[in-house]
């Protein structure tokens, strides 16, 4: 009797690494919104107490979750008064509106009527995460993401704390010793903060940490959101983008890329040329691979997967090519205020410690290697409706 059907789970994958605790843990993780994910110093009702990781949007652009959050079971929605404007099944997905406020009867009187008086009531729309609000509705009826999400952001912090007793290691084995402060300082949990500071030698020192469970895969150094309308914050990362777009014009994608993008009298040349909103030579070279596949393109176009789609051109071994990028790179670092660039192989729970910025350079380490691989390619979900473009190499 053929045994095929009962084998196709045999092979392992790539990443064997299980941490049974946070398995355990993540059967403890409650699934419903509280206070403490909602941001501080934003008005309403909220005690400026600790937070955790922030979910709603604490300025008018600011939407990591443009899908929204579903309803966890039956609510109301309710009005300002109490009243009930409409009754919520479970699974309606709602969006909190910017600024993602807190309000309690309790302490406002907002809602008010015959609401709850120690229940928090966030604002929320039903049309979608640029919309204006519609009501009141508890906060701890609304699903937040749990589970792998969260159990990635406690592995990170673990993994900042580890990384500061390992350079601490580090400094006490030089000879002679070199002198730090106990003390330092890691990221709170979805910050855009430095991974780890520490003070070295009587000097800051700043590091950038990545965590992988594979140490032969490809690691997502980090990412840049792109998107065809910019604002303040992404106009930085469209420079990034495009000074790593025109490498691979000029010398690392296919010819026909090439021709098309170099010629002045075409199209894409012109396109490539353009400066500002949907211009430069990323987008240039993604309009170009969508005139030729549809499903390549932007989060929140038509006909393009929910996080965005990223043509296959964006991939070299080119060894010329790969240098020039790790240049690059080197200047996203430095221009960061990075000093190291630390990998923390969680499979045999070491540390590998790159420098990224001689003229910083205490712990006299060897300097980011270069690369066997360079791919950028979408990273998670859409980010304030925009594509996270992530920068994956493997050393």
């Not at 699934?31 to 922030?54: A, L, M, S, Y």
């Not at 894409?268 to 909103?277: E, I, N, S, T």
């Amino acid at each position: 009797m053929s045994l095929t059907k009962y084998l196709h789970q045999v092979k392992p994958r790539d990443e064997s690494y299980v941490n049974h605790v946070d398995r355990i843990q993540d059967l403890f993780i409650t699934e419903k919104f509280g206070p403490d994910n909602f941001p501080n110093g934003v008005g309403g009702d909220k005690p400026q107490q600790g937070e955790r990781t922030i979910y709603p949007p604490v300025a008018g652009k600011d939407y990591a979750y443009p899908e929204g959050f579903p309803t966890l079971s039956k609510t109301d929605l309710v009005d300002k008064n109490g009243e009930v404007i409409k009754s919520l099944s479970a699974g309606t997905t709602v969006w909190f509106t910017a600024p993602a406020t807190l309000h309690k009867r309790g302490i406002s009187g907002i809602p008010g009527g015959k609401v709850s008086l120690d229940r928090f009531f966030a604002k929320v729309s039903l049309k979608g995460y640029d919309k204006s609000f519609d009501g009141y509705i508890p906060i701890s009826d609304i699903k937040k993401p749990g589970g792998k999400s969260q159990k990635r952001v406690a592995a990170g912090t673990k993994t900042q704390q580890e990384c500061a007793a390992h350079i601490k290691e580090l400094c006490d084995a030089k000879r002679p010793k070199i002198k730090f402060k106990s003390e330092f300082n890691v990221a709170p949990s979805s910050s855009t903060k430095p991974d780890l500071v520490m003070t070295i030698g009587e000097k800051r020192i700043q590091f950038e940490i990545k965590g992988t469970n594979a140490r032969a895969n490809e690691i997502t150094f980090f990412d840049i959101t792109a998107r065809r309308k910019q604002n303040d914050k992404s106009k930085v990362g469209k420079e990034e983008l495009d000074a790593v777009a025109e490498l691979f014009i000029i010398q690392g994608g296919p010819t026909n890329l090439k021709n098309a993008l170099t010629d002045p009298r075409g199209k894409w040349y012109k396109l490539r040329k353009k400066k500002g909103d949907e211009g430069g030579a990323f987008h240039a070279i993604m309009e170009y691979s969508k005139s030729l596949n549809s499903t390549i393109g932007y989060a929140g176009d038509t006909g393009v997967g929910k996080s965005g789609k990223l043509p296959s051109v964006f991939k070299t071994t080119n060894k010329s090519l790969l240098k020039q990028i790790h240049a690059k790179i080197l200047e996203h670092f430095i221009k960061g205020g990075d000093d190291y660039f630390v990998i923390h192989d969680r499979s045999s729970d070491t540390f590998e410690v790159y420098n990224v910025n001689k003229e910083n350079d205490v712990l006299k380490k060897k300097t980011l290697p270069q690369f066997k691989e360079f791919r950028l390619s979408t990273y998670g979900g859409p980010s304030a409706a925009g594509t996270r473009v992530g920068y994956k190499i493997k050393l």
